[in-house]
Every structure is written in structure tokens, then in C-alpha cells.
């Protein structure tokens, strides 16, 4: 008898474990002080809004409508329009047109035009499915050249911050017709696409006349031409999280082209950031939007705007697919190493910003009361890895609300 009562009083204290709250939970009145107190190390240049998603309750504010430049939480706008505009099961294509007929010896009497259509993960997979497709369809020989075509896409290789040229921080130009994250040579990445498909075609027995090269598809051959082969990218709800969740720069700024491209003006920053402006106006969200990577130093918002575009794309269809983006913390992608041991880790989802003097964090958790709360932490003016320090020790507090 004596040896079950430890048993017994273990079994005990486990059920009152399970029954209670956790002992580091905190309720809204103590979660405001914790946040007030964290938050007045981050300056004047700070904004913060944390909103009970279910109730509507604000949590916290601080200079929530100071506007502030976002960095990479620029990010946010522009797969938000994306979801949005596009939908979550949309691709982007990649094709292959005939500038002639095929004749019944499997000869192309013209040019083939290797088309591009925004797709930022097109690299070799893509141009060998093409190959392989125009093999399989019996051409044997393109009389003329191979000839990509970016026509799509203006030839500004890069983002605002860099004057439109090539910019280091995208690791690639940008192009309609990227291929392999925008690796070019000197001639460009379309004639680079153009030259990878020409060696992949000889590897499937299709020879073609003339060397590869950049061109476009003419206006009075496209109406007759024939689509010979397609592949395309992944859906978009997967390019959106391939961009959140590392945060990358070249897939960012290639959605703002698509945007325009498809629904604007016209294949430019310009005009796929207009797409992006009115897909949040419907929101009430307007921030300056500059680029759709977060790269320049111009954009700006605010901490009460952010929330707000995270409380409206809560309450649309593709909010499994935009929260789904964003990178977990604890887990994957940008805070995957940070947070961990926390309240936060596995339960808060969100976007960071980093340039030099400026951090950002914004994004949801669920709370070990079972609360469902969005956040934005804006900071400009600070030491950004310390900022971050404080941006996890808010986080953290925010996880362990109540319910």
C-alpha cells in the first residue's frame, strides 16, 4: 500500500496540471504591462498594435499610426494583392511558340519563341519539360533560332533602391523570362534561358539553325503562332510562401511585375504596385508603397495599417493559404531560430523586416488560452539585432495570454 501512494499522488498532481491554466499565462492586464514596459526600450521611432482577432479588443498600442519604414514586412502587401488578385491555385506559364508550321518531316519552319510569363522558380526542371514536350511532339529540327522572349516584363533588372539596375540584394535580374533566380550574362537573362534550352533540346535530338538568342515574339506572328509546349510554376499559394517565408527579395519584386502584368498596366514595378494599392484600399489599407520587396528606404506604414491588412485577410477565403506563408517561429524560414523555448514557438506565425537601423515583426499567434491575436512591431532608428531581442520578448508575452 505504501509503494502505490506516490503513484497516486503523482496521478493526482498531473491532473491538476491539466486542469489549471499555465502558470506563466498572463491576462490582458498584465500582457499590456509586460508589452508597455519591453516596448519603451525600442525608442521613439517604435510603433506596436496588438489586436484580439476574435473580439476585436485591442491588446496594446503604441504610436501605432506613426508611419514607419517596413522593410521586408513590405512583403505582406504585395502577397496579400497576390493571394488576392491572382487566387491560391493560379501558375504562371511558361510556353513555347512556333513562329511556323511543323512540317511532316517534325521541322519548325521559323523561330521558336521560348516565352516567359513571370515564373521566378523557372530553371532547369522547366526548360528540360519543355524540351523533352517539343521531342515528344515529333519536332525533330527548328529551322530558325531559339529566341526568348521577356516581353512580358520591362527590362528594369532591379528595384528602385538600386536606380532599376541589377541589384545585389535580388541575387538575380529581373526578367520575364528568368531562368535559374535571374542568372545572365552579359546578353542578358532571356538569351541565357534561350541558350540552356537550345543545349537541352540537342540533348533530346531536336537541332535548330541559328545560335539562341533575345528577341520577341512578333505581333504579326503571335496571332498564327502555335503553342508547341507549356510548363508552369508552382500554384500561388506556394510562390507566396517561398516568398515570406525566407523572405525572398527577387520572387517579391517578380509578383509586383506579374500583378501588372496581368491586371495592370503592364509588366512594371509601377504597374503592379497600383494593382497591390487597390487591393488594399478595399481593405482601408494604404501604405506608400514603393517597391514589393521592402527594399527601399521610402516605403512606409504603420503598425494599426499592418494589423488591419492581418485582420482582413483573416476573414477571407484564402486565409489558410496566406497564414500558411508566413514563417512559424521556433520553425521555419526567418524565425526559425528565434523564440524557441517560448510560449511563441509553434504558435505565432510571422513576417520579419531587417535593413540596417530598421526591424520588423508582424504576424498572428494563438495563444495558450486559446486566443487568436495579431501584431505588428514596427522599429526604425534602432540597432536591429537588438530590436529583435525585444521584438521575441514581446512576442513571447503575447503567446502566453489568457484566455
Known amino acids: 500500500m505504501r509503494r502505490r501512494l506516490p503513484v497516486v499522488l503523482c496521478a493526482l498532481a498531473v491532473l491538476l496540471l491539466l486542469g489549471a491554466a499555465p502558470a506563466s499565462a498572463v491576462d490582458r492586464a498584465g500582457l499590456r504591462s509586460a508589452l508597455a514596459k519591453l516596448h519603451a526600450r525600442l525608442g521613439p521611432s517604435a ?43 493560379a501558375t504562371l506559364e511558361t510556353t513555347l511558340q512556333g513562329g511556323g508550321e511543323v512540317d511532316e518531316g517534325g521541322v519548325l519552319r521559323g523561330d521558336l519563341f521560348l516565352v516567359g510569363g513571370g515564373d521566378p522558380t523557372l530553371g532547369d526542371p522547366g526548360l528540360r519539360a519543355l524540351a523533352r514536350a517539343l521531342a515528344d511532339a515529333g519536332v525533330t529540327r527548328v ?47 532571356a538569351q541565357a534561358a534561350a541558350a540552356r534550352l537550345g543545349a537541352l533540346l540537342k540533348a533530346e535530338g531536336v537541332r535548330y539553325g541559328r545560335r539562341p538568342r533575345a528577341g520577341r515574339l512578333p505581333a504579326s506572328t503571335a496571332q498564327a503562332a502555335v503553342q508547341l509546349a507549356a510548363v508552369e510554376s508552382p500554384p500561388m499559394r506556394t510562390l507566396v510562401a517561398e516568398t515570406n517565408v525566407p523572405s525572398e527579395n527577387f520572387y ?11 491586371y495592370g498596366t503592364g509588366g512594371s514595378t509601377a504597374g503592379g504596385l497600383a494593382v497591390v494599392r487597390s487591393e488594399l484600399a478595399a481593405f482601408g489599407v494604404h501604405p506608400r508603397l514603393v517597391d514589393g520587396s521592402g527594399l527601399s528606404r521610402a ?28 514563417p512559424v517561429a521556433g520553425r521555419t524560414g526567418t524565425i526559425r531560430k528565434r523564440m524557441r523555448r ?21 504576424g498572428y499567434c494563438t495563444t495558450t488560452g486559446g486566443r487568436r491575436v495579431a501584431f505588428s512591431l514596427l522599429e526604425n532608428r534602432v540597432c536591429a539585432a537588438c530590436a529583435k531581442k525585444v521584438e521575441d520578448r514581446m512576442v513571447a508575452a503575447i503567446a502566453k495570454l489568457d484566455g
Open 47 to 89: 510603433g506596436a498594435y496588438v489586436v484580439d482577432l476574435d473580439s476585436g479588443a485591442v491588446l496594446y498600442r503604441r504610436r501605432e499610426d506613426l508611419a514607419l519604414a517596413p522593410a521586408s514586412n513590405e512583403k505582406l502587401f504585395t502577397t496579400a494583392a497576390a493571394l488576392l488578385r491572382f487566387g491560391p491555385d
Open 143 to 189: 529551322d530558325g533560332g531559339i529566341v526568348g522572349d521577356e516581353s512580358l516584363f520591362d527590362q528594369r533588372r532591379g528595384t528602385p533602391a538600386s536606380g532599376f539596375a541589377p541589384d545585389y540584394d535580388l541575387y538575380g535580374w529581373l526578367s520575364a523570362l528568368s531562368w535559374r533566380h535571374g542568372r545572365a550574362g552579359s546578353n542578358g537573362p
Open 252 to 262: 517579391a519584386e517578380m509578383l509586383v511585375k506579374a500583378l501588372g502584368a496581368r
Open 299 to 326: 516605403n512606409r506604414t504603420t503598425a494599426r495599417q499592418v494589423v488591419r491588412l492581418l485582420e482582413r485577410m483573416d476573414g477571407q477565403e484564402i486565409a489558410a493559404a496566406w497564414r500558411g506563408s508566413l
Open 342 to 362: 517560448t510560449a511563441a514557438a509553434g504558435r505565432c506565425a510571422a513576417k520579419t523586416g531587417t535593413l540596417i537601423g530598421i526591424s520588423a515583426l508582424s
